[in-house]
């Protein structure tokens, strides 16, 4: 079974930084791909970052280009998501999970961790 746990979270004034984490297990292969999603309070959920484990490769939302970064370390099965410059219009519940099917991030995340609250006060 496919499981992904996120933490992390927190309160963080603007213009500061968090790092989150997503802790992967219960895969049998490696071809697969990590995003973060994120939701805030009567929006849609959005993509805001995702790493593919087939070739490292990154995507990144325009909204966060330049002030997030996502990485990998494969030997502890997780990937992070490191988060600076910090705006209030970044506070959501962030989500990781996982894509299984190509291992690209263009695929569908069919997996899905819990959630970690991001509160970002101005």
């Known amino acids: 079974e496919v499981q992904l746990v996120e933490s992390g979270g927190g309160l963080v004034q603007a213009g500061g930084s968090l790092r989150l984490s997503c802790v992967v297990s219960g895969f049998t292969f490696d071809d697969y791909a990590i995003g973060w999603f994120r939701q805030a309070p009567g929006k849609e959920r959005e993509g805001v970052a995702c790493?593919?484990?087939?070739?490292?490769?990154?995507d990144y939302a325009d909204s966060v280009k330049g002030r997030f970064t996502i990485t990998s370390d494969n030997a502890k099965n997780t990937v992070y998501l490191q988060m600076n410059s910090l705006k209030p219009e970044d506070t959501a519940v962030y989500y990781c999970?996982?894509?299984?099917?190509?291992?690209?991030?263009?695929?569908?995340?069919?997996?899905w961790g819990q959630g970690t609250q991001v509160t970002v006060s101005s």
């Open positions: 790493i593919s484990r087939r070739d490292g490769s990154t």
């Open positions: 999970a996982a894509e299984t099917f190509t291992g690209w991030c263009g695929g569908a995340f069919g997996s």
